[in-house]
């Protein structure tokens, strides 16, 4: 039975199918190209969506974050926009196998060209999990589609915020998932943009670890006030998370 319904979704060469725990979602993807990491996980946990509210994930690779936020939220509609064909086409038949494609749009373009392919302030949340790492540290191929999740190949920090800035409606939330080495820049760079921080966690591996990821949430042309929440642990020991990620993750 499995056989067949796994062929009946045309899964392609090297692709699987993980079940994502959550309202019996499940995902395609393809683990020698990109995977989600805890990160996305952790993002969309973090999102806070009002009934009816229309949102956008920047760089949705193989959709996982309106995958998961159309079972966390009562969002009306959820675009994920991507620009690598092939995790774009996974994104779609994940949509299509969910049977979500009432809710869930998929869109192959540039976040930097996010500004002209859909209408200025028409989202009321944007959300992004974008490339962290500057430079060329640690990069061999640049054309690889896990170089280009990880490294600010096709688009900057600054691309995603100042579309986000754009798209979003007056008082509209945006998510970020990012590194906390470049805190300063991220603050500094939605100030710029007119989103106003409002609210940030940091995340560390361990009790006794550095922080190793920054939740943000900021609103466009929001008043200056942030709210610092208490630290979010990872793992109590190695292999057994806390229980706060068990819960974000839906077991």
Do not use: W
Request: net charge negative; glycine share 8%; charged share 25%.
């Amino acid at each position: 039975m499995e056989n067949r319904e796994t062929e009946s979704i045309q899964l392609k060469d090297k692709e699987r199918l993980d079940d994502l725990q959550r309202n019996g979602l499940r995902i395609i993807q393809n683990p020698e190209k990109f995977c989600f990491g805890m990160d996305a996980v952790l993002l969309s946990g973090f999102v806070h969506a009002k009934k009816g509210d229309v949102l956008l994930d920047m760089g949705t690779g193989t959709g996982i974050i309106p995958l998961l936020l159309s079972a966390k939220t009562q969002c009306d509609h959820l675009t994920g926009l991507e620009i690598q064909e092939e995790s774009a086409d996974m994104a779609k038949r994940s949509v299509c196998l969910n049977r979500l494609e009432d809710r869930i749009t998929i869109q192959q373009g540039d976040i930097k060209e996010a500004g002209k392919l859909f209408a200025s302030a028409s989202f009321d949340i944007v959300t992004c999990n974008p490339p962290y790492m500057i430079g060329q540290h640690g990069l061999t191929n640049p054309e690889e589609p896990k170089a280009i999740a990880r490294h600010e190949i096709l688009c900057t920090l600054e691309d995603v915020i100042s579309n986000a800035a754009k798209l979003l409606k007056p008082g509209g939330h945006f998510f970020l998932v990012h590194r906390p080495f470049r805190l300063a820049e991220i603050m500094t760079t939605m100030s710029q943009y007119k989103l106003e921080p409002k609210r940030m966690q940091l995340v560390y591996p361990f009790v006794d670890k550095e922080p190793n990821m920054v939740l943000l949430e900021a609103v466009r042309g929001g008043k200056p006030r942030m709210t610092v929440e208490k630290p979010l642990i990872v793992y109590e020991k190695p292999g057994v998370y806390m229980p706060e990620i068990y819960d974000v993750y839906g077991y």
